[in-house]
């Protein structure tokens, strides 16, 4: 018998939606504060000095941080192919936005520095602004879609067609999801310059965290009640699971209650929003009496709450189609095949361990403040 056929499609197809989602939680936890640091740059820091302080908190691990985003990405290509190839093409502008921004950041820190010229090094300081607060907004409104469903359906042969638009994207409900998301990484941001600033820096960015903190149990909240009693859930009415190839057409999906009757199902479940809000309020907490490892980990706690509670929330749906919900896409119909699934598990349980490995030696080796002193008497070195 083939190794692979000892462990259930089924199987595999639930533990690749879960690791798909430990990858999405660790881009959030590590690149997350990247993006919250740059959220924030023009507002923690005023001074040149101060601002290549907070620069070079993140400038030695922001690289490694974003091996999680290439990670998940490509985890969706190869695990969730339509699933890919729809949202891929469907938020096509939305991602070229997100990229954009991204791609701001790498020059940023590699050009900022290169001159001593004011206005040469504002601009690049500006860019990385960008490079923060887009992308933290837009994967927030991203989420808002999914959660709302989006406006898709495939034909037979399964061609995704996507009926919507870039400003149909930027609705009531995904912009609350993005300024929860956005608010979210400036806590986390805040909290990691904590740990590794002093000084004025930290008094502001204590400030500016504690009230992103408010801000993302406040909009986490408002986006649950919301969710309770002005969005339509999806329900699956028939037979889910099957050995066969993935066909999302081979199941029959309505759309009518709420998503939250999930808690009635599974109550277990209610502990991820718990972990987001009880997070986030700890974070707070740490962040007005200065506590510095606590509140990181506190911060780190609410994130995987928050993101938890929308997979946990959802499943077994990952992208529900608003237009037509048979067309919905679930754990069950839209993966690659059972020995493709295998193969990639096995894969990542050698290399996952690994990565997490050399990144915890990463930061160990790095684990510090970084001082006036470091920036100075390092001019040609630090960023």
């Known amino acids: 018998m083939i190794l692979h056929e000892y462990i259930s499609f089924e199987l595999l197809r639930v533990v690749w939606w879960g690791l798909l989602g430990i990858l999405l939680i660790g881009f959030a936890v590590t690149d997350g504060f990247d993006f919250g640091i740059g959220a924030m740059l023009p507002f923690v820091a005023r001074t040149d000095v101060e601002r290549r302080i907070v620069i070079n908190t993140i400038g030695p691990v922001w690289e490694g941080n974003q091996v999680w985003f290439v990670l998940g990405g490509g985890a969706i290509f190869a695990a969730w192919p339509i699933l890919y190839g729809v949202s891929f093409s469907g938020f096509y502008l939305a991602m070229f936005i ?141 037979v889910v699971a099957h050995d066969g190839p993935s066909n999302p057409l081979f199941n029959d999906v309505v759309r009518e209650g709420s998503w939250l009757a999930a808690y009635s199902v599974r109550p277990w479940i209610a502990i991820a929003p718990l972990m987001g809000i009880g997070g986030a309020l700890l974070a707070w907490r740490g962040l007005k009496s200065g506590r510095e490892l606590s509140t990181l980990l506190a911060s780190k706690l609410s994130i995987v709450g928050i993101i938890a509670s929308v997979g946990l929330t959802m499943f077994p749906f990952i992208l529900p189609s608003s237009t037509d919900p048979k067309s919905s896409l679930t754990v069950w119909d839209s993966s690659s095949s059972h020995l493709t699934l295998f193969v990639m598990l096995a894969m990542a349980i050698i290399f996952l361990p690994l990565i997490l490995a050399y990144t915890s030696w990463v930061y160990k080796v790095l684990w510090g403040k970084v001082t006036e002193t470091d920036v100075t008497d390092s001019s040609h070195s630090a960023y």
């Open 98 to 238: 997100i990229l954009a921004s991204m791609i701001l950041r790498p020059v940023a820190f590699k050009y900022r520095s290169k001159r001593e010229s004011k206005i040469w090094r504002s601009g690049w300081d500006w860019a990385q602004f960008i490079g923060g607060l887009v992308p933290g907004l837009m994967f927030g409104v991203a989420v808002g879609n999914v959660i709302q469903g989006v406006p898709f359906h495939l034909t037979d042969d399964l061609l995704s067609v996507y009926s919507g638009s870039f400003f149909g994207l930027v609705n009531p409900f995904a912009l609350l999801a993005g300024i929860v998301s956005l608010a979210m990484m400036v806590m986390h941001g805040a909290a990691w310059l904590q740990l590794k600033t002093e000084g004025p820096v930290v008094d502001r960015a204590r400030i500016y965290g504690a009230r992103a903190a408010l801000v993302a149990v406040a909009g986490f909240i408002l986006a649950g009640v919301w969710l309770a009693f002005g969005i339509t859930g999806y329900h699956f009415v028939g």
